[in-house]
């Protein structure tokens, strides 16, 4: 791994290992998760007479230097703490094989965990990963557009012919470009590991455009709505302004659990204590809950509708393939069977 990586956006260069914590999240969380991160920050100082040396990028993407940590030739490549919301190269193969069971890390889970995250094992038994959160995947219905259809109540129904280019999920990509540089290949992977490559030729088929999560949200419910369904994380279904237009369906098998996770060095776990207890903190914990971005944390308020599920893919499924080519995999396997519209009508 080089001993530097530019970070393009902010035009710095970074040196990972020379990190306390690096970290990202939504663009939604990013700004109350600084301010508590500064007042850490000045804590530590006051205790210690020296400095975290933190990096958390604001604004939207800055998420590149991330991707590039999973290229680490041993743990001094990486921070003490690494949070990150983007399912890329610290699950790759190569990754996981070298640090996973290294003892290098540790997991700061704290138990015993909500049923909800308990019942559908999000929990990594290996006590590699800490999930942090998870932002649900669900079903956003445009009631106007869906007419007479039933509504789909499980993943699989998605696949059904009846909603033939009736279906949007989340993806976006410059004005005039023809692929995608960010789209939901989570839920690609999920599908192609549940019902095979036939699925993704069904959702296709079904797969009407692909836009930002943002601007469904603002269109579910209108006149400018291009779809009956929209698949996209509960929080921007639930700011959808148009509640009497539109529904919010949670998947009688779960929404899908799309992680964000820590990493933490054991040999920092004690210097860094102040900033992992804030990390697993219960007012932290209880701010996610607030905003649809539930915390795992046992002390903070049930945020989930009555009888909800969560659909994680598995541990098992993580640690016994290569889950990032299996993704890329499943996102050819789509895009070669679906009917792209113009670039140019591509809404961002």
């Known amino acids: 791994m080089a001993a530097t990586i530019r970070d393009k956006k902010n035009n710095v260069a970074l040196s990972p290992g020379k990190y306390d914590f690096m970290g990202h999240l939504p663009v939604p969380l990013k700004y109350t998760f600084k301010e508590g991160l500064e007042r850490i920050q000045k804590k530590y100082f006051e205790r210690t007479g020296k400095t975290l040396n933190c990096y958390f990028p604001m604004g939207g993407g800055g998420n590149e230097p991330f991707k590039i940590l999973g290229r680490a030739k041993s743990a001094n490549d990486l921070p003490g703490i690494v949070l990150s919301s983007a399912f890329d190269g610290l699950f790759g193969k190569k990754f996981l094989e070298k ?206 509708p009555p009888g909800a599920k969560l659909k994680w893919i598995g541990w098992d499924y993580v640690y016994s393939n290569n889950v990032l080519k299996l993704m890329e995999t499943a996102s050819k396997i789509f895009f070669n069977h679906w009917r792209d519209p113009s670039p140019a009508k591509t809404k961002k």
Not at 104 to 123: H, M, N, V, W
Not at 186 to 196: E, H
Not at 238 to 263: H, V
């Open 99 to 304: 640090f996973a069971d290294s003892g290098e890390f540790r997991s700061c889970q704290k138990t015993p965990l909500p049923p909800i995250y308990a019942d559908c094992g999000i929990k990594d038994p290996r006590n590699f990963f800490t999930v942090f959160s998870v932002a649900p995947i669900v079903i956003l219905a445009d009631i106007g557009k869906l007419k007479n259809l039933p509504r789909p109540r499980r993943w699989a129904d998605l696949l059904n012919p009846i909603y033939r280019k009736k279906i949007i999920f989340g993806g976006w990509r410059k004005e005039g470009q023809k692929k995608f540089s960010e789209f939901n290949n989570f839920l690609l992977l999920n599908l192609y590991k549940d019902y095979g490559a036939e699925s993704l030729k069904s959702l296709a088929q079904n797969t009407r455009n692909l836009l930002h999560y943002v601007y469904m949200s603002r269109i579910a419910g209108t006149a400018e709505s291009e779809a009956a369904i929209y698949i996209m994380p509960w929080f921007l279904a639930g700011i959808c302004p148009r509640r009497g237009k539109t529904e919010i369906i949670w998947p009688e098998d779960g929404a899908l659990a799309f992680p964000t996770y820590l990493l933490l060095k054991k040999t920092e776990s004690e210097r860094l204590g102040i900033l992992a207890r804030y990390l697993a903190g219960k007012k932290l914990g209880q701010y996610l809950n607030d905003n649809r971005y539930p915390s795992l944390n046992p002390d903070a308020r049930n945020p989930y």
